[in-house]
C-alpha cells in the first residue's frame, strides 16, 4: 500500500514542530544515550509525519501537545528495538516509559476539549497539579531500588538529579509500595524492576496491553495520591 501524503495543511503542522524534535530528540539522548541524536532524530520526523496523519483538529488539542507524546514515544521505542537489554541506563530508560505512560493515560481521561474546557479554573489547576504528583510518583518509582525501597539519596551513588528528587517523597513513596495488593507488586516487579515492558508484559499475562496500561494508570494514581499534600485543617464557624 502506497504512503499517504500530506495535504498542506498537515505539512504546516509539521513544519511548526519540527523544532521540537531535535529539542526532544536532545534531551532524550542527555537522559539515556544510547543511540546517535541521527537516530532519535529519524525516529522523531518519522513519528511527527504519522502524528500530522491521524491528528483530528476538531478536538480542540493542540498539534503541538498531540505530537510531543508521539515523536516521545518513538525515540523511546527506537532505543528498546535497537538495545532491548540496556543496562547502564535502564532506571532512566524506565523513568521515560513511566512518565511517557502517565502522559498517555491523561490524554486519553482528557474531557472533550471541541469547544472548550468545561473544567472550571480551579478544576484545571488541581488537575495539573495531580499530573505532577503522578509523574513525580513514576520518576520515583523507576529509580527507587528492588532490594531496598527505603533507600535514600546519599545511601548510594546516585546521579545529581535524582538527589534532587525530595527524600520525604521517596519514604512516602515507598510506604505506599508497600501497601500495595499482589497484583500491583506484581506489575510494580514488572516494568520498574525487570526488563518487561507493556506489551512484554501483557503478552506474558496473555492479556491486551490496554488492560495493562488501565492497571498502571490506576497504580499510579494511587501511588500518587500518598505524594498530595495534607488538606488544611478546618477553621471551626468557617
Not at 74 to 96: K, S
Not at 103 to 127: G, I, K, L, M, N
Not at 138 to 157: H, N, Y
Amino acid at each position: 500500500m502506497e504512503p499517504r501524503r500530506l495535504t498542506p495543511e498537515q505539512q504546516r503542522w509539521v513544519e511548526q514542530v519540527t523544532p521540537r524534535v531535535l529539542e526532544i530528540a536532545r534531551a532524550v539522548r542527555h537522559r539515556i544515550g544510547t543511540l546517535s541524536l541521527d537516530d532519535y532524530l529519524s525516529a522523531g520526523n518519522e513519528a511527527l509525519v504519522r502524528a500530522a496523519l491521524r491528528y483530528d483538529p476538531t478536538t480542540g488539542v493542540p498539534f503541538q501537545a498531540f505530537a510531543y507524546l508521539r515523536v516521545r514515544g518513538a525515540m523511546i521505542d527506537a532505543v528498546r528495538a535497537q538495545h532491548p537489554a540496556v543496562r547502564q541506563q535502564r532506571r532512566a530508560l524506565r523513568a521515560l516509559e513511566a512518565t511517557q505512560a502517565v502522559f498517555q493515560a491523561a490524554e486519553q481521561a482528557a474531557p472533550d476539549r471541541a469547544q472548550s474546557d468545561p473544567r472550571t479554573v480551579r478544576e484545571r489547576v488541581d488537575a495539573a497539579a495531580d499530573l505532577i504528583r503522578q509523574t513525580t510518583a513514576a520518576v520515583l518509582l523507576a529509580r527507587l531500588e528492588p532490594a531496598d525501597p527505603e533507600l535514600l539519596p546519599g545511601d548510594t551513588a546516585e546521579r545529581a538529579d535524582e538527589r534532587l528528587l525530595a527524600a520525604e517523597s521517596r519514604a512516602l513513596l515507598a510506604r505506599a509500595i508497600g501497601r500495595c495488593d499482589p497484583e500491583e507488586r506484581a506489575l510494580i516487579e514488572a516494568l520498574y524492576f525487570g526488563e518487561h515492558t507493556m506489551h512484554t508484559y501483557a503478552a506474558e499475562l496473555r492479556v491486551n496491553v490496554s488492560t495493562i496500561s488501565r492497571r498502571h494508570a490506576r497504580l499510579i494514581r494511587k501511588l500518587a495520591a500518598h505524594l498530595a499534600p495534607d488538606p488544611p485543617p478546618s477553621q471551626p464557624g468557617l
